[in-house]
Protein backbone atom coordinates (compact mmCIF):
# COMPACT_ATOMS: atom_id res chain seq x y z
CA UNK A 1 0.00 0.00 0.00
CA UNK A 2 1.48 3.38 -0.99
CA UNK A 3 0.04 6.75 -0.50
CA UNK A 4 0.81 9.84 -3.26
CA UNK A 5 0.63 13.45 -2.21
CA UNK A 6 0.68 16.10 -5.06
CA UNK A 7 0.97 19.81 -3.70
CA UNK A 8 0.89 22.51 -5.77
CA UNK A 9 1.13 25.93 -5.14
CA UNK A 10 0.85 29.10 -7.41
CA UNK A 11 2.90 32.45 -6.86
CA UNK A 12 1.10 35.95 -7.50
CA UNK A 13 3.75 37.61 -9.10
CA UNK A 14 2.25 41.19 -8.14
CA UNK A 15 2.59 39.74 -4.55
CA UNK A 16 6.36 38.61 -4.77
CA UNK A 17 7.27 41.90 -6.75
CA UNK A 18 6.11 43.65 -3.21
CA UNK A 19 8.81 41.64 -1.00
CA UNK A 20 11.73 43.31 -3.53
CA UNK A 21 10.25 46.85 -3.64
CA UNK A 22 12.30 49.12 -1.32
CA UNK A 23 8.84 51.38 -1.28
CA UNK A 24 7.13 48.30 0.77
CA UNK A 25 10.05 46.79 2.38
CA UNK A 26 11.92 49.40 4.53
CA UNK A 27 15.97 48.56 5.97
CA UNK A 28 14.45 49.38 9.07
CA UNK A 29 11.70 49.07 11.51
CA UNK A 30 11.93 50.23 15.33
CA UNK A 31 9.21 50.39 17.87
CA UNK A 32 8.68 53.24 20.49
CA UNK A 33 10.91 55.57 18.98
CA UNK A 34 12.45 58.79 20.30
CA UNK A 35 14.58 60.72 18.30
CA UNK A 36 16.32 64.41 19.12
CA UNK A 37 17.49 67.09 16.68
CA UNK A 38 19.81 69.47 17.84
CA UNK A 39 21.37 72.15 16.49
CA UNK A 40 24.38 74.11 17.91
CA UNK A 41 23.99 71.62 21.13
CA UNK A 42 20.67 72.99 21.70
CA UNK A 43 17.98 70.68 21.62
CA UNK A 44 15.42 71.79 19.34
CA UNK A 45 12.91 68.88 18.61
CA UNK A 46 11.95 65.89 20.58
CA UNK A 47 10.04 63.14 18.50
CA UNK A 48 8.70 60.23 19.47
CA UNK A 49 6.39 58.05 17.65
CA UNK A 50 5.08 54.34 18.44
CA UNK A 51 6.64 52.89 15.13
CA UNK A 52 9.32 53.94 12.49
CA UNK A 53 10.25 52.30 9.02
CA UNK A 54 13.01 53.52 7.01
CA UNK A 55 13.32 53.47 3.02
CA UNK A 56 16.55 54.05 2.16
CA UNK A 57 15.66 54.46 -2.00
CA UNK A 58 12.02 54.50 -1.44
CA UNK A 59 9.71 55.39 -4.32
CA UNK A 60 12.56 55.28 -6.90
CA UNK A 61 13.35 59.45 -5.89
CA UNK A 62 14.79 59.75 -2.23
CA UNK A 63 15.45 58.09 0.73
CA UNK A 64 11.97 58.52 3.41
CA UNK A 65 11.51 57.23 7.03
CA UNK A 66 7.79 56.83 7.22
CA UNK A 67 5.58 57.40 11.17
CA UNK A 68 2.56 54.87 10.15
CA UNK A 69 1.17 55.36 13.39
CA UNK A 70 1.64 58.77 14.01
CA UNK A 71 4.03 61.43 15.92
CA UNK A 72 4.63 64.23 18.67
CA UNK A 73 7.20 66.42 18.21
CA UNK A 74 8.10 68.95 20.77
CA UNK A 75 9.73 72.16 19.78
CA UNK A 76 12.17 73.18 22.66
CA UNK A 77 13.48 77.17 22.48
CA UNK A 78 17.24 77.90 23.63
CA UNK A 79 16.17 77.58 27.52
CA UNK A 80 14.80 73.97 26.94
CA UNK A 81 11.38 75.31 27.71
CA UNK A 82 8.49 73.98 25.45
CA UNK A 83 7.30 76.34 23.15
CA UNK A 84 4.50 74.00 21.16
CA UNK A 85 3.93 70.41 20.16
CA UNK A 86 3.03 68.76 17.00
CA UNK A 87 0.51 65.55 17.04
CA UNK A 88 0.00 63.87 13.66
CA UNK A 89 -1.97 60.54 12.69
CA UNK A 90 0.33 59.81 9.81
CA UNK A 91 4.15 60.99 9.05
CA UNK A 92 6.54 61.01 5.99
CA UNK A 93 10.19 62.34 6.17
CA UNK A 94 11.93 63.19 3.33
CA UNK A 95 15.57 62.67 3.93
CA UNK A 96 17.27 64.75 1.48
CA UNK A 97 14.70 67.61 1.30
CA UNK A 98 14.74 67.59 5.17
CA UNK A 99 10.52 67.83 4.80
CA UNK A 100 8.24 66.30 7.16
CA UNK A 101 4.90 65.33 5.99
CA UNK A 102 2.27 65.14 8.41
CA UNK A 103 -1.43 64.04 7.67
CA UNK A 104 -4.64 62.71 10.23
CA UNK A 105 -5.67 64.80 12.86
CA UNK A 106 -2.76 67.28 12.50
CA UNK A 107 -2.92 69.97 16.01
CA UNK A 108 -0.11 71.96 16.66
CA UNK A 109 -0.38 73.81 20.11
CA UNK A 110 1.67 76.94 20.74
CA UNK A 111 1.90 76.96 24.71
CA UNK A 112 3.82 80.34 25.40
CA UNK A 113 0.93 81.74 22.97
CA UNK A 114 -1.89 79.40 23.76
CA UNK A 115 -3.15 79.12 20.24
CA UNK A 116 -3.60 75.87 18.80
CA UNK A 117 -4.41 74.95 15.05
CA UNK A 118 -6.16 71.88 13.30
CA UNK A 119 -5.88 70.30 9.64
CA UNK A 120 -5.58 67.27 7.95
CA UNK A 121 -2.43 68.01 6.12
CA UNK A 122 0.81 70.37 7.01
CA UNK A 123 4.44 69.87 5.79
CA UNK A 124 7.16 70.80 7.96
CA UNK A 125 10.69 72.42 6.34
CA UNK A 126 13.35 71.50 8.99
CA UNK A 127 16.21 72.94 6.95
CA UNK A 128 14.05 76.42 6.80
CA UNK A 129 12.24 76.01 10.12
CA UNK A 130 8.93 76.71 7.92
CA UNK A 131 5.55 74.86 8.59
CA UNK A 132 2.08 75.27 6.13
CA UNK A 133 -0.57 73.79 4.94
CA UNK A 134 -2.84 74.40 1.53
CA UNK A 135 -6.03 72.49 3.82
CA UNK A 136 -8.11 74.13 5.48
CA UNK A 137 -7.07 75.12 8.91
CA UNK A 138 -8.50 76.10 12.22
CA UNK A 139 -6.92 78.44 14.83
CA UNK A 140 -8.20 78.84 18.12
CA UNK A 141 -6.95 81.35 20.40
CA UNK A 142 -8.01 82.94 23.65
CA UNK A 143 -9.79 85.75 21.67
CA UNK A 144 -11.50 83.91 19.39
CA UNK A 145 -11.34 80.77 16.32
CA UNK A 146 -10.07 81.66 12.60
CA UNK A 147 -11.02 79.53 9.68
CA UNK A 148 -8.54 79.73 6.64
CA UNK A 149 -9.93 77.89 3.99
CA UNK A 150 -6.84 77.84 2.14
CA UNK A 151 -4.33 77.19 4.86
CA UNK A 152 -1.26 78.80 6.32
CA UNK A 153 2.48 79.63 6.94
CA UNK A 154 4.22 80.04 9.99
CA UNK A 155 7.36 79.40 11.51
CA UNK A 156 8.35 76.05 12.90
CA UNK A 157 7.17 76.88 16.63
CA UNK A 158 4.12 78.26 15.55
CA UNK A 159 4.68 81.74 17.17
CA UNK A 160 4.19 83.62 14.27
CA UNK A 161 1.70 83.33 11.19
CA UNK A 162 -0.28 84.60 8.10
CA UNK A 163 -3.91 82.36 7.83
CA UNK A 164 -4.74 81.94 3.83
CA UNK A 165 -8.07 83.37 3.27
CA UNK A 166 -9.11 83.87 6.88
CA UNK A 167 -12.58 84.14 8.28
CA UNK A 168 -13.74 83.91 12.00
CA UNK A 169 -15.16 86.07 15.15
CA UNK A 170 -12.65 87.29 17.45
CA UNK A 171 -13.11 89.23 20.70
CA UNK A 172 -11.47 92.57 19.81
CA UNK A 173 -10.81 95.76 22.50
CA UNK A 174 -12.22 99.10 22.05
CA UNK A 175 -10.04 101.61 22.74
CA UNK A 176 -11.17 104.30 24.40
CA UNK A 177 -9.64 108.05 23.11
CA UNK A 178 -9.76 110.89 25.31
CA UNK A 179 -10.33 114.05 22.55
CA UNK A 180 -10.23 116.65 25.25
Known sequence: MGITLVFSCRNDIEKIGKFNNPDTMPTAHASQVEIIVSDSFFVRVKIVAPELKEFPTADSLEPKTEFPQGLVATFFDKSMQVESTLVAGYAIYHTKRQLFE?????????LTQDQELHTDMLWWDEK???IWSDQPVTIITA??????????EADQNFTSYNILKSHG??????KITDTK
Open 128 to 130: DSK
Open 169 to 174: QMKVKD
Open 102 to 110: ASKNVVIKN
Open 143 to 152: TGTTYGDSGF
